[in-house]
């Protein structure tokens, strides 16, 4: 086989990843396997740009290859430092080129990078491993549209571009999943400054790193700060003057809020509050909050925290139109496939370990979404927006997480008899099913034919809401938790909480026998 044909057939399969866009030279791709296969590969890749795989690097476990370089291409590390490499280093595709590996260890590497969101190209064990062959025909990758149960949708629209270019921007969370990637794509629309705020100095640096290509940490791109601080966030938004706000920070685990009531209001609510005054005092033109579906009629303090977020937002929407300065708005997320601590990571590392995997409730279902989608609604947001809606993305139908993890074994070529199904019960606060609408709320279309919007506001006036805030913040600040939900409760009249665990856990597998 030629060398072109090979990497002709390899670009003959769909090489998109959800949320990585494509650079001009091809997509990044880790080769696993330093051996005559993976050597063949990368240089072959490497001669032929065109075909849309570009090699950044090579895992292999033998140590004479250490440091070593393919073709100009480094040997990164050890196979079991896939998934860390993999998002170190930002790869779109990994491609398993070593013929006749162990089953056992195909489906370990499938899993490290379905962890890392990455989309897989693996070589059945069949191929002769005496004649090394890379047959690209024969390579597969997950299909995210099974996992979603639907086709992705393109959000974003060259129109953003309006928003961004030449302005100030900052994003808080920059560190996290969605946050990172928000920053990526808005560094490619090329705005003035971009402003990268976290708490974690660490995730910074390696954003900093992967955007620029280096880290110096001597300029003012990385913010280090709490959005719980007042005065900080306040000395921020004066000194450096921000025109368009993206905020991503929040906290998001549902079962751990619910234990921690009092640190879901200090970030999630006051947090928000303490963004939404800077940006109203120093004038920012654009505004969004990133929330989530179950602030829809919540019944969790994760979703009450995030309804509470939202109507911050849609408040100061309202005076910020009045006095004709910026623009407020929020969007609401489903279930983000990919990012740190999502579904897909948890099951990836629950099946590598040869564990059963846990769902909560054999019907239980979820809105899913891929990260480009996630961010592309953050940013057609930005660009639609004219002042206090909540803009939620047709996701299509719930999927069932039993289906899910049916698809996603299948993917990573497990078979039925592998996989063991633990059913736990449902935890305070969650839902058996999750929607993006809470019953009040009017599903208003939009120009994008697959984005829709809600301008719901609070039933009292903006003075009862600041009033509310007032004795919830208090709450919190002592870390009353007893008295934090009650005024959750009184300041979101239909929130409530379902009965804990309405189906006892189950220790035997899917009942069709998966």
């Known amino acids: 086989m030629s060398p072109n044909s090979t990497a002709a057939r390899l670009n003959s399969i769909s090489t998109r990843i959800p949320g990585q866009p494509a650079g001009p030279t091809g997509l990044r791709a880790l080769v696993i396997g330093a051996g005559a296969a993976g050597s063949a590969l990368v240089r072959d890749l490497g001669r032929t740009p065109e075909f849309g795989l570009r090699p950044i690097g090579v895992l292999d476990d033998d140590p004479a290859k250490a440091g070593l370089e393919i073709a100009g291409v480094p040997v990164l590390g050890r ?5 860390d490499l993999a998002v170190a280093h930002r790869a779109q595709v ?10 056992q260890q195909v489906r370990e590497l499938a899993t490290s990078a379905a962890a890392a ?15 090394r062959e890379v047959v690209g025909s024969d390579m597969r990758t997950l299909d995210v549209n099974r996992l979603i149960g639907r086709h992705e949708v393109h959000v974003v629209s060259p129109d953003v571009r309006a928003v961004i270019e030449g302005r100030r921007v900052l994003v808080t969370g920059a560190g996290g999943s969605i946050g990172s990637e928000l920053c990526r794509q808005v560094h490619a629309f090329g705005p003035s400054e971009l402003y990268m705020l976290d708490h974690d100095e660490s995730n910074l640096h390696r954003l900093q790193l992967e955007i620029w290509g280096e880290a110096l940490l001597t300029d003012d791109s990385l913010v280090i700060a709490d959005i ?9 938004f004066r000194d450096l003057k921000p025109e ?8 998001k685990h549902l079962p751990l809020l619910e234990r921690h009531p009092s640190e879901a209001v200090k970030s999630n609510v006051l947090g928000t509050d303490n963004l939404v005054e ?19 009629d919540p019944t969790s303090v994760l979703g009450a925290s995030k309804r509470l977020a939202e109507l911050i937002v849609q408040a100061n929407a309202r005076d910020a139109r009045n006095l004709g300065t910026g623009v407020f708005s929020a969007v609401r997320f489903g279930n983000v496939l990919g990012s740190r601590g999502s579904l897909l990571s948890v099951l990836a590392e629950q099946l590598r370990s040869g564990g059963p995997v846990t769902v909560t409730h054999p019907d239980v279902t979820r809105f899913f979404m891929t990260i480009e989608e996630a961010v592309g609604l953050v940013l057609e947001a930005g660009r639609m927006a004219e002042g206090g809606e909540v803009f939620v ?10 289906d899910l993890v049916h698809n996603f074994a299948e993917q990573v070529q497990l078979g039925p008899e592998e996989v063991q199904i633990r059913y736990t019960g449902l935890r305070a606060g969650e839902k058996l099913n999750e929607a993006l609408f809470s019953e009040g709320e009017e599903r208003l279309p939009t120009e994008h034919a697959r984005i829709f919007a809600t301008v719901a506001e609070h039933d009292a006036g903006p003075e009862d809401l600041a009033g509310g805030l007032t004795g919830l913040y208090q709450a919190a600040s002592v870390n009353s938790d007893p008295e934090v939900r009650r005024r959750l409760a009184e300041l979101l009249p239909g929130y409530r909480t379902p009965a804990a665990d309405p189906v006892p856990a189950l220790a035997t597998p899917y009942p069709d026998g998966f």
């Open 278 to 296: 800077a940006a109203l005092a120093t004038g920012v033109e654009r505004f969004v909050l990133i929330s989530t579906d179950k602030a829809a």
């Open 228 to 236: 719980r601080d007042r005065p900080r966030i306040q000395q921020i």
């Open 393 to 402: 993305l047709d996701m299509g139908e719930p999927v069932r997480i039993v």
């Open 94 to 103: 990994v491609v398993l080129a070593i013929p006749g590996l162990p089953h």
């Open 117 to 131: 969101g990455v989309a897989v190209r693996y070589l059945p064990s069949f191929l002769s491993a005496l004649r």
């Open 79 to 83: 196979l079991a430092e896939l998934t």
């Open 244 to 251: 368009v706000v993206f905020h991503a920070a929040a906290h």
